[in-house]
């Protein structure tokens, strides 16, 4: 078996999503500078929200859960992966063109179904418009997530990691366009989206071909294989249903608050950040790799790549959450607040974040446990304890609105993720001990942990002492990266003195991906 190299294909992947999501927040920049918070931003957040969703319905949730260990099986045992991948890449376009269809003709019950507090002002009709526009965008990515989940499969990361980049930068090309010419920002926006969709698809496509994953358009055909992939997938594509409806409720709960359905994407972006760059690149290439490690009976080779995984995944989201906890303010406010946002939107985005933050270390688990459990092709499991995890978001979003108001959609998702991540540690446990992290782990958690909470008190004070020049013009941005930097140095210092990690392991993760 030619194995995955873990750390430099985490470390290849979280290069390019943190590439992406640092572009994802110069996009919500422009976006609250040009937009802000109001009707306008609600209508789209929600619009574009429709395409992302079914997305991770149909391809990077369920399809993808069901595709990548299959895929790897047979390019590890050689048993004509091509032929499954044209067969799926085939059956999906057929299902999405249906999809589509129906979507941009039921688009005002779509609307009403996940934004009914939009229902009876201007925001109903420009999310129907939006909606429409947007909508295909789902074709074009989830075929792109397809060969992504292909081009994962065989070792080759750079290109998949790097398609999300387009968005990013077709939006932002967009949003400065509209500012320099005196279009209206909106107009150009959404109808961008999709031809950013179609240049992603574009991107894998080409570097899928070279790498030997050559593939065409043709008729669907149900064959054993695409039978089988569905008995995986649709548990699969329950449990992304269930997380899916976690969103649908907190939007259904904001959508009732002025404003809020926009604090929350933009609170969102931002602990979206370290969410990307670790637990999503260790996610993608975990499972990958347990799967062919399952196939060739490699117990032991699997629960090190494991235990290696939740170690770098903890190593640097705990204190990315510390931080998000202790300078929530400084970061929104020198980021967004100008133009049509204000001084009362960002300690209200910064709320958020900070209640984000904690749930951080519980997402991020997520996307380290959940390969257990689908590199056996065991979808059924993570589904169930996605419905506990769903009744726990629903009853506290709603159940907290009343008395916390709009902020109860952050709470619910942060207790749901760790009640998600208690599930599936639990269930784990019955796989063995390639399930189980290792004693090397459970020494370095505690010891993250310790230098975590250090760099928080030095956040704070440097804090205090950097106050003034975050609030002077001209200065904000330089303070917050002093801020930041401060943060980074001061852990890894802090880490390496007390054996959190150790900085070589990672230098020689990048000597071996050089070479």
């Not at 306008?40 to 929600?46: G, R, S």
């Not at 069901?66 to 032929?83: C, I």
């Not at 009362?344 to 380290?368: R, T």
């Not at 230098?451 to 440097?462: E, K, R």
């Amino acid at each position: 078996m030619k194995p995955i190299r873990l750390i430099s294909g985490v470390m290849t992947v979280g290069f390019w999503t943190l590439a992406s999501r640092v572009l994802g927040v110069v996009r919500e920049i422009f976006l609250l500078a040009l937009i802000g918070p109001g009707p306008v931003l609600d209508a789209f957040v929600a619009a574009f929200r429709l395409p992302n969703m079914f997305r991770r319905l149909f391809a990077e949730g369920a399809f993808n859960a069901a595709f990548v260990p299959m895929f790897s099986r047979k390019y590890e045992g050689g048993e004509d992966p091509l032929k499954f991948a044209r067969d799926a890449m085939n059956g999906l376009g057929f299902v999405l063109l249906i999809l589509s269809a129906l979507a941009m003709i039921f688009m005002p019950a779509l609307v009403y179904a996940t934004a009914s507090g939009f229902e009876g002002d201007a925001r109903f009709d420009l999310t129907v418009g939006y909606g429409r526009i947007m909508f295909p965008y789902i074709l074009f990515i989830s075929l792109a997530a397809l060969f992504s989940g292909a081009l994962n499969a065989t070792g080759h990361f750079a290109a998949a990691a790097a398609a999300p980049v387009l968005l990013n930068i077709f939006v932002i090309t967009a949003l400065v366009s509209a500012q320099l010419f005196g279009a209206e920002a909106i107009t150009l926006l959404v109808w961008t989206v999709p031809l950013a969709g179609i240049a992603q698809l574009a991107l894998v496509w080409v570097a899928a071909e070279r790498a030997g994953v050559k593939l065409r358009p043709g008729r669907p055909r149900w064959t054993d294989d695409m039978r089988n992939l569905v008995r995986v997938a649709i548990p699969a594509a329950l449990a992304g249903g269930v997380m899916q409806i976690n969103l649908l409720v907190g939007q259904q709960v904001a959508s009732q608050f002025d404003k809020a359905v926009g604090w929350l994407y933009a609170a969102d972006r931002l602990y979206q950040l370290p969410l990307g760059v670790v637990g999503i690149a260790v996610g993608i290439v975990l499972l990958p790799d347990l799967s062919r490690r399952l196939k060739a009976n490699d117990t032991e080779g699997g629960r090190a790549a494991f235990s290696r995984a939740g170690e770098i995944a903890l190593a640097l989201t705990i204190p990315a959450s510390v931080a998000l906890i202790v300078i929530p303010l400084p970061i929104v406010s020198v980021l967004f607040e100008r133009g049509a946002t204000s001084a009362n939107d960002s300690a209200a985005i910064a709320l958020a974040v900070a209640i984000y933050g904690l749930g951080l270390p519980a997402f991020v688990l997520q996307k380290v446990l959940q390969p257990l459990f689908f590199a056996r092709e065991d979808t059924k499991t993570p589904f169930r304890y996605a419905l506990v995890a769903m009744v726990v978001n629903a009853a506290l979003a709603i159940g907290l609105a009343p008395y916390l108001g709009w902020i109860a959609p952050a709470i619910a998702t942060t207790t749901a993720g760790w009640a998600m991540v208690f599930l599936l540690m639990i269930g784990g446990r019955r796989m063995g001990e390639v399930a189980r992290f290792d004693d090397r782990f459970r020494k370095r958690v505690i010891r993250i942990c310790i230098a975590s909470l250090a760099m928080g008190g030095l956040l704070w004070g440097a804090l205090w002492a950097l106050t003034p020049l975050l609030n002077a013009a001209g200065w904000r941005y330089p303070a917050l990266v002093i801020l930041i930097m401060a943060g980074i140095v001061g852990y890894g210092l802090i880490g390496q003195a007390v054996g959190a990690f150790r900085l070589s392991e990672f230098a020689s993760a990048f000597k071996r991906k050089k070479g």
